[in-house]
């Protein structure tokens, strides 16, 4: 017999994983800087989205250079793609920042393309 109805009870923070607890965390921080959730990203408006990198891999596109970066917001995932670059500074896995562009969609994931970015201070982490 399951006594789970759905809702969150007084005990249900003890029960939630790490990780949906940092979802949590990163989902109220985005909202916090007026930032618009992977989830909700409408393809070619411009948007403004804030998380925090999960993985910058040197991926070449067409064999040229570029740097694709993971950002999660805590309700999905956007890959940001800076193309004719090797290296960005700033630019590391665990990093939060705000970036803004036009999301598409590529290979059934959400993506921007050269992006606008604001690295958020590493003392406000």
């Keep these: 017999m399951s006594t789970d109805t759905g809702r969150r009870g007084p005990f249900s923070r003890w029960a939630r994983t790490q990780s949906e607890l940092d979802a949590d965390s990163l ?3 985005a909202a916090d800087q007026g930032a618009t959730h992977v989830r909700d990203c409408a393809r070619g408006e411009r948007t403004p989205v804030a998380g ?4 910058v891999p040197l991926r070449p596109v067409a064999s040229a250079p570029a ?7 805590g309700t999905g995932r956007l890959t940001l793609l800076f193309l004719g670059r090797r290296r960005i500074p700033g ?4 990093r939060h920042l705000v970036v803004t562009g036009r999301p598409i969609v590529r290979d ?3 993506c921007m ?3 606008r970015y604001v690295l958020k201070p590493v003392s406000a982490e």
């Design 113 to 115: 393309v050269n992006p």
């Design 67 to 73: 740097v694709e970066a993971e950002l999660w917001d």
């Design 108 to 110: 059934g994931e959400w």
């Design 91 to 94: 630019i590391t896995p665990g």
């Design 27 to 29: 989902e109220e921080r």
């Design 52 to 55: 925090r990198l999960r993985s």
